[in-house]
């Protein structure tokens, strides 16, 4: 299965936070799961970050090359299926990640209940 990464998933993957529950680790971890990193998940933390909202620690940037995650940039095909996307949830970086998902043929793996409204291309952890 391909694994899409919610923004928070990823944070809390890098820092090795409790908040990651074991079904999300196993699920990353498993060499047959190959995961992506939206460049919209990149572009919500940094824009909180320069808003003062998020906190990074230094070596941000070194940790995420570290990893084996494969990088996923927003296309004219994403943007098109958001706007045929149920109002669920109204945050647009989530909103995003819902709509590449479903272009791609991945599944997004959040923590986050009210994104499973929106089916099989959701999977909520935890």
Same mark, same amino acid.
């Given at each position: 299965m391909k694994l899409l990464l919610d923004t928070h998933?990823?944070?809390?993957?890098?820092?090795? @936070?409790?908040s990651l529950c074991? &079904? /999300?680790? &196993?699920s990353i971890r498993a060499p047959e799961n190959p995961v992506f990193v939206s460049a919209a998940s990149l572009w919500e933390i940094r824009l909180k970050e320069s808003l003062g909202k998020l906190r990074?620690?230094?070596?941000?940037?070194e940790k995420l090359a570290a &990893? @084996?995650? &494969? @990088?996923?940039p927003v296309t004219a095909a994403h943007a098109h299926r958001v706007a @045929?996307?149920?109002w669920h949830?109204?945050?647009p970086f989530d909103r995003m990640l819902v709509a590449q998902a479903q272009v791609e043929g991945f599944t997004l793996l959040? /923590?986050?209940?009210t994104l499973g409204a929106y089916g099989e291309s959701v999977r909520v952890a935890g």
């Amino acid at each position: 299965m391909k694994l899409l990464l919610d923004t928070h998933l990823l944070l809390w993957w890098l820092a090795d @936070s409790p908040s990651l529950c074991a &079904e /999300a680790r &196993e699920s990353i971890r498993a060499p047959e799961n190959p995961v992506f990193v939206s460049a919209a998940s990149l572009w919500e933390i940094r824009l909180k970050e320069s808003l003062g909202k998020l906190r990074l620690p230094p070596d941000f940037e070194e940790k995420l090359a570290a &990893e @084996s995650f &494969e @990088s996923l940039p927003v296309t004219a095909a994403h943007a098109h299926r958001v706007a @045929s996307l149920p109002w669920h949830h109204r945050d647009p970086f989530d909103r995003m990640l819902v709509a590449q998902a479903q272009v791609e043929g991945f599944t997004l793996l959040t /923590a986050d209940k009210t994104l499973g409204a929106y089916g099989e291309s959701v999977r909520v952890a935890g």
